[in-house]
């Protein structure tokens, strides 16, 4: 039976990721430096990271969605923090998609693309 997904991104840095999660309220799980692996987490969410150094962030193909009571109210949050809404990183508020989620969306440092959201009432 399944359970939940751990998705696994590329850190080109460590140290800079472990700082751009805990902004966004992630905390420190564990690190295999020898591995090169990494786990943060928020809630029931766990963001699996592997060392990649040569990593290029703006040629990143790398993301998750989360699924979240209210994406709004972590928007708000988000939204305190002062996110660039250009380039990498940054931050997109939440929104009434036309597909039916309100979602938002975060680049991190590395180019990965985490976008969270709830399924609107119909």
């Avoid at 309220?25 to 090169?36: A, D, N, R, T, V």
Wanted: glycine share 6%; proline share 5%; hydrophobic share 40%.
């Amino acid at each position: 039976m399944l359970i939940r997904a751990c998705p696994i991104l590329p850190s080109s840095d460590f140290e800079t990721t472990k700082k751009f999660y805990s902004d966004l309220g992630f905390e420190f799980g564990s690190e295999y430096l020898e591995e090169g692996y990494l786990i943060l987490h928020r809630d029931k969410i766990e963001l699996h990271f592997f060392k990649s150094p040569q990593h290029v962030a703006e040629t990143s193909d790398h993301g998750v969605f989360v699924r979240v009571d209210d994406a709004s109210v972590l928007s708000n949050e988000y939204k305190a923090l002062n996110l660039p809404v250009e380039g990498i990183p940054r931050f997109t508020e939440a929104e009434n998609k036309p597909w039916g989620i309100c979602e938002l969306a975060v680049i991190d440092t590395d180019g990965n693309l985490i976008r969270v959201g709830h399924i609107m009432d119909t």
